[in-house]
């Protein structure tokens, strides 16, 4: 993998000077990072990150089983081809990433553990000026550039969200979120309650229902599950006649699209349909017997929230093999023994881990300013998703939901170096978005339409997250299929976007 040399500079009295400043080196950052280098080779451009090293999600969740739920043919990048199963581990991924890093000579543009505080934008100067502590010697950094693309993700890595219930310091043994995992946790032979059953749960019980007394998965609603094999025949057959890995890249990407666009479409169309089939894989798995009714079948429709991918239905074998098992109930209290339900049931527990979710961070937690005036990011109109009004010379990558997030992040980095060029050429020193006079009276909503997406994370900050308007211009739409056409015919001329 690749070092972190660069971090043991000594920090510069004056701030260091970039064309573009990259926050965070995730899968976002070293996308971007490869795009700039690429399509704008003329700019000069840092990365800066926190951590010691990139990877950001998948360097910083270390429970055991982490993984992708996204096939990595469109998680990984459109640029570099991905050769192994679908379903990758996290350091699978870490070194997919290194090689990106490897390939491209991108490791002399990263500034490992700089984490930035703030960010303050002068309209004298076109310039932001950012404020950071590096993590070995603690010493300020200070760094200026004309653009900012913001790479830092959407939750906060620090810890993850836990609820508050009653009676939880009772509680006789340790409380982990799976985001904060201690290196030395040793589960083996202890009895588990895991509360929660999204992605992470969904991973995290295979991995240690092995070595585990018991693993019980509690949780208050179903989640969504596709079982499937952790393979592609197609990429397989392919790779058998030895086509080249570009091209076996290209065409497993189309055929997922293809396949992804058909459920979400019918996630929407026939809601109903979708939510039988899905409920029949896990039927196939689990037998007529089981009541799938009480501890599978959401609240909620199909791809409302993220549906877990479950390779091999391992979780689903864990269950048949009476190393897990799942109870759909409410907590009342935590005791000194375990978890008391609403039903009057008691969980014993040796350990509890929480798989209960983020919480969201908006632009890294970092204290925005323009001209000395803090910026509340809830006040602004998000520019698809990206950008801000009001808010100049600054892009943020938030990726899809219902497909891969590393999608947006090849889309949105050919739009920054489109972007950077056209202003070049016109002389711009500035790019603001801005409400068009035919969008002064256009109604201002939450960031996503609850009925659309409603994962717990995004509604308990929703308050905190960019408005949206009810014109595509003016809202993430999560539609990867429409944005890969519309976002390359944005015309930068448009009256959205305010130049000086
Ligand atoms: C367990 C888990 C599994 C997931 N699986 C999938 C999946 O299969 N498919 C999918 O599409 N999505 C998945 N996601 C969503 C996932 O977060 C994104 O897909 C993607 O990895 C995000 O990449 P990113 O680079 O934008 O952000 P991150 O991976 O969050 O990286 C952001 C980086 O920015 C750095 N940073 C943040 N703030 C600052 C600051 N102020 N100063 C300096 N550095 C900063 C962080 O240290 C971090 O390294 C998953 C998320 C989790 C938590």
């Not at 906060?156 to 508050?164: A, F, I, L």
């Not at 919480?359 to 890294?364: A, I, K, P």
């Amino acid at each position: 993998m690749t070092g972190n040399d660069a971090s043991a500079r000594p920090a510069p009295q004056t701030p260091e000077h970039f064309d573009v400043l990259i926050v965070g080196a995730g899968i976002s950052g070293v996308g971007a990072a490869y795009h700039l280098r690429q399509q704008c080779s003329e700019k000069s451009f840092v990365v800066l990150e926190g951590l010691e090293s990139f990877g950001g999600t998948w360097l910083m969740h270390t429970y055991p089983g982490i993984r992708s739920d996204s096939d990595l043919y469109t998680f990984g990048y459109r640029f570099k081809p991905w050769t192994g199963p679908p379903i990758a581990s996290a350091g699978e991924i870490l070194t997919y990433m290194g090689e990106v890093i490897d390939e491209n000579d991108l490791a002399p543009h990263i500034r490992y553990g700089h984490t930035i505080n703030r960010a303050s934008w002068s309209n004298d100067e076109n310039l932001w000026t950012l404020e950071g502590t590096r993590s070995d010697t603690g010493e300020p950094v200070h760094f200026t550039a004309n653009f900012l693309w913001m790479c830092q993700g959407y939750y906060r890595h620090s810890e993850g969200y836990t609820p508050k219930w009653e009676g939880m310091d009772d509680f006789k043994g340790p409380i982990i979120h799976p985001q904060t995992w201690p290196e030395d946790l040793d589960y083996k032979g202890k009895n588990v309650v895991v509360i929660g059953s999204g992605a992470t749960a969904a991973t995290l019980v295979p991995a240690i229902a092995g070595d585990c007394g018991h693993v019980t998965i509690l949780q208050r609603s179903p989640t969504y599950f596709i079982p499937g094999g952790n393979k592609n025949d197609l990429a397989d057959q392919l790779r058998d006649l030895e086509v080249d890995e570009t091209w076996i890249h290209e065409i497993i990407r189309k055929q997922i699209l293809h396949g992804q666009r058909v459920l979400t479409r019918l996630s929407f169309e026939q809601p109903e349909m979708v939510k039988e089939q899905l409920l029949a894989g896990v039927k196939a798995y689990l037998g007529p017997d089981y009541d799938i009714e009480k501890h599978f079948t959401p609240k909620y429709l199909p791809w409302r929230q993220r549906i877990a991918f479950v390779p091999d239905g391992d979780i689903f074998k864990g269950i048949l093999s009476g190393k897990a098992s799942i109870v759909t109930d409410e907590i009342e209290k935590f005791t000194k023994e375990g978890i008391l339900l609403k039903s009057g049931e008691m969980l014993e527990a040796d350990i509890i881990m929480t798989a209960t979710g983020f919480n969201l961070s908006v632009l890294g937690d970092i204290d925005f300013a323009i001209d000395g005036k803090p910026v509340d990011f809830s006040e602004t109109v998000t520019y698809r998703g990206m950008m801000f009004t009001g808010v100049p010379n600054l892009l943020w990558i938030f990726g899809y939901f219902r497909a891969s997030w590393t999608l947006r992040v090849d889309l949105l980095g050919d739009f920054v170096c489109r972007l950077l060029k056209h202003m070049d050429k016109t002389g711009a020193k500035k790019i603001t978005p801005q409400l068009r006079l035919e969008d002064e009276d256009m109604p201002l909503l939450p960031w996503m339409d609850p009925e659309n997406f409603n994962p717990g994370y995004l509604m308990r900050s929703m308050h905190l997250l960019p408005k949206r308007g009810d014109k595509p211009d003016w809202q993430h739409t999560q539609d990867y299929w429409a944005e890969r056409d519309d976002i390359p015919a944005i015309d930068l001329e448009d009256d959205i976007f305010e130049y000086e």
